[in-house]
């Protein structure tokens, strides 16, 4: 009787300890791009305490690096770990040049597939956007919901980015979804700005 009643307590205390919350990513019905090769991924999530974390244990410099973040989480919590990513992967004068880039692994609901999305800036920066007088074909860029992406953008423009910080990350997935579909994403400025 005690044998079966600690193989019971046992069993559940296994099970209970194996179960891991599953990630939910962001989810859209269009794919970007379906296929990714030469890539490692890294993880962003809340942890069991509602801590933002990353596990990137696998990033591998020189291939393209694969973020699989919780949509949940608002740009305000990613977006240091954004701004590191971008900064190590894009760092100016190293030994090697990394050519290769950030995507965001997101849903494609219709067609039921994983898709990826490319992150076409190359640094986040955490401050507000300074005030200056912007120069002739520069103009600035709040984007908040999808609505603000699909707008109709001057494509011979070149736009300075802001990000409002309370979105959800699926949000902004689906965000730059929406600048790669109006093909868009070639002119945003290199720097966008999270607040």
Same mark, same amino acid.
């Given at each position: 009787m005690k044998t079966k009643l600690f193989t019971l307590i046992f069993g559940a205390i296994l099970f209970a300890?194996?179960?891991q919350k599953e990630m939910k990513i962001s989810r859209s019905d269009f794919s970007v791009?379906?296929?990714?090769?030469?890539?490692s991924p890294a993880y962003i999530l809340k942890n069991e305490v509602g801590k933002v974390e990353i596990k990137k244990n696998s990033l591998i410099g020189n291939t393209h690096w694969v973020l699989s973040v919780d949509r949940d989480i608002t740009m305000n919590e990613v977006a240091p770990f954004l701004h590191d990513l971008t900064e190590k992967k894009h760092k100016v004068g190293g030994m090697?040049? *990394?050519?290769?880039?950030? #995507?965001? =692994?997101?849903? $494609?609901t219709v067609h039921k597939q994983n898709a990826y999305v490319k992150v076409p800036f190359k640094s986040f920066a955490l401050e507000n956007q300074p005030v200056?007088?912007?120069?002739?074909?520069?103009?600035?860029?709040?984007?908040?919901?999808?609505?603000?992406?699909?707008?109709?953008? *001057?494509?011979?423009?070149? #736009?300075? =980015?802001?990000? $409002?910080?309370?979105?959800?990350?699926?949000?902004?997935?689906?965000?730059?979804?929406e600048l790669e579909k109006q093909k868009?994403?070639?002119s945003l400025n290199s720097e966008v700005y999270v607040n």
């Open positions: 300890s194996c179960q791009v379906t296929e990714m090769t030469d890539f090697h040049e *990394d050519t290769k880039d950030i #995507y965001m =692994v997101y849903s $494609d200056y007088e912007l120069a002739e074909g520069v103009e600035s860029l709040l984007l908040k919901s999808v609505a603000d992406a699909k707008n109709p953008l *001057d494509k011979t423009q070149t #736009y300075l =980015v802001r990000i $409002d910080k309370n979105i959800s990350v699926e949000n902004f997935v689906n965000i730059l979804i868009i994403s070639q």
